[in-house]
């Protein structure tokens, strides 16, 4: 079974950016190189996920920078976290209710704002559900 591949104008169409976007991309490490890297470069669905994903999570407001660690993030390369003695860090911190605040670093965190905000209303929801059983 032969998988369907794009020429780099197919590609730009199909996930809505401009090719020298999508180069740069390619040069910068956050989709792989082409599979042909001939003038005539194919790209197959594998480029199409990642351009989407990419693409995402720019719009989400991410920086390229934090992007490619998203995307490179696994459990085998956890970023190494080494605060030094009189390092500022500057965090978000957020009272879900009564007792429980959520703290979160921008410099280390994965997550998108929206991603944020749907994860402090699950623990906001189940604070509300545990102090309700509780009564």
């Given at each position: 079974?032969?998988?369907?591949t794009?020429?780099?104008?197919?590609?730009a169409?199909?996930?809505?950016?401009?090719?020298?976007?999508?180069?740069?991309?390619?040069?910068?490490?956050?989709?792989?190189?082409?599979?042909?890297?001939?003038?005539?470069?194919?790209?197959?669905?594998?480029?199409v996920?990642?351009?989407?994903?990419?693409?995402?999570?720019?719009?989400?407001?991410?920086?390229?920078?934090r992007?490619?660690?998203?995307i490179?993030?696994s459990?085998?390369?956890?970023?190494a976290?080494?605060?030094?003695?009189?390092?500022?860090?500057?965090?978000?911190?957020?009272?879900?209710?009564?007792?429980?605040?959520?703290?979160?670093?921008?410099?280390?965190?994965?997550l998108?704002?929206e991603?944020?905000?749907?994860?402090?209303?699950?623990?906001a929801?189940?604070?509300?559900?545990?102090?309700?059983?509780?009564?």
């Open positions: 079974m032969s998988e369907k794009f020429s780099l104008d197919e590609l169409r199909l996930v809505n950016l401009d090719r020298r976007t999508i180069r740069y991309y390619i040069q910068i490490g956050l989709i792989p190189r082409p599979i042909d890297k001939t003038r005539a470069a194919r790209y197959d669905e594998t480029h996920e990642r351009l989407l994903r990419v693409k995402a999570l720019r719009e989400a407001g991410l920086s390229l920078e992007i490619a660690e998203a490179n993030f459990a085998d390369n956890l970023p976290v080494r605060r030094r003695y009189g390092t500022v860090q500057v965090r978000s911190h957020i009272a879900v209710c009564s007792g429980i605040e959520v703290s979160i670093s921008p410099d280390e965190s994965i998108a704002p991603e944020v905000r749907e994860l402090i209303s699950q623990i929801a189940l604070a509300e559900t545990f102090n309700k059983e509780q009564q």
